[in-house]
T-cell receptor
């Protein structure tokens, strides 16, 4: 298995532009998580999905952020409009089954820079 | 609200030393606790997972312990090697599926 796939790996954009980050979870995994990592705040959970349904989006910072999971093999995180403070590394992770012993598998991340 | 802290923030040791990383959490009603490793510019890789009913887990030179009542976990690394240099994060999974991560400990093992 190729693992969790994220694209792009690096994104540089200007303030006000729309940014779309993409994630393909491991095949067969039921849950998908979006995280943001910064030096100041560490790793923060933004939103997670179970069976393509958003369960908890309380970590989404504001209305400029939105996430979708149209099917079991694809998810997007969109920022519109982007701001310099959105600069961070965004990780996607997937989980096989919602059991006690299951571990998350992380993608390599997308490094976003908003100028 | 669950909060996770890790001590120390950074650690530098000579090769061969045994070392202990610490993780503390505020709400003991957890599902499990995991230790992850993160290399620069990379994602996280799971090292050990301890269920709430367990006291410890071992994998090779790594041993993780869990004391739910005191809200603490430790990661013990035996005979450290330069290849162990990375950031180590602990993550607590609450009931439901919410994961809360600590800020990490940056480890440097000097040859």
């Amino acid at each position: 298995d190729a693992g969790v796939i994220q694209s792009p790996r690096h994104e540089v954009t200007e303030m006000g532009q729309e940014v779309t980050l993409r994630c393909k979870p491991i095949s067969g995994h039921n849950s998908l998580f979006w995280y943001r990592q910064t030096m100041m705040r560490g790793l923060e959970l933004l939103i997670y999905f179970n069976n393509n349904v958003p369960i908890d989006d309380s970590g989404m910072p504001e209305d400029r952020f939105s996430a979708k999971m149209p099917n079991a093999s694809f998810s997007t995180l969109k920022i519109q409009p982007s701001e310099p403070r959105d600069s961070a590394v965004y990780f996607c992770a997937s989980l096989p089954i919602a059991g006690v012993t299951d571990t998350q598998y992380f993608g390599p991340g997308t490094r976003l820079t908003v100028l | 609200k669950q909060e996770v802290t890790q001590i120390p923030a950074a650690l530098s040791v000579p090769e061969g030393e045994n070392l202990v990383l610490n993780c503390s959490f505020t709400d003991s009603a957890i599902y499990n606790l995991q230790w992850f490793r993160q290399d620069p510019g990379k994602g996280l890789t799971s090292l050990l997972l301890i269920q709430s009913s367990q006291r410890e887990q071992t994998s090779g030179r790594l041993n993780a312990s869990l004391d739910k009542s005191s809200g603490r976990s430790t990661l013990y690394i035996a005979a450290s090697q330069p290849g162990d240099s990375a950031t180590y994060l602990c993550a607590v999974r609450n009931y439901g599926q919410n994961f809360v991560f600590g800020p990490g400990t940056r480890l440097s093992v000097l040859p």
